[in-house]
């Protein structure tokens, strides 16, 4: 399964971006889907992930509020809409996948990752 991931750019401080993630393999409409970033100099976080039918969404504090996470109708994409932004949300976002998720926050928990796309908040 590849997730090719969308949709990063450079924004000014209160803007909005919408990321995209395509599923090579619909066996990935049953998955847990997500996201996690990582800014320069920092570790990998979790930012948010949504079950397999799109009924429960996760997100972290830090961005609870401002970020929406979405599922397309053939299950396979996923999306991350991102308002209010932030110099802080600055980092390379990844689009990850996996099936027995147990604690959404944990990077081990996700079978598979993309190749990540950047994201640039400028003050």
């Known amino acids: 399964v590849q997730l090719q991931a969308s949709g990063g750019g450079l924004v000014q401080a209160g803007g909005s971006l919408r990321l995209s993630c395509a599923a090579s393999?619909?066996?990935?409409?049953?998955?847990?889907m997500g996201w996690f970033r990582q800014a320069p100099g920092k570790d990998r976080e979790f930012v948010a992930a949504i079950s397999w039918s799109g009924g429960s969404t996760y997100y972290a504090d830090s961005v609870k509020g401002r970020f929406t996470i979405s599922r397309g109708s053939a299950k396979n994409t996923v999306y991350l809409q991102m308002d209010s932004l932030q110099p802080a949300d600055t980092a390379v976002y990844y689009c990850v996948a996996g099936l027995s998720i147990r604690k959404s926050w944990e990077i081990n928990q996700y079978d598979y990752w993309g190749q990540g796309t950047l994201v640039t908040v400028s003050s």
């Open positions: 393999d619909r066996t990935v409409s049953s998955y847990q």
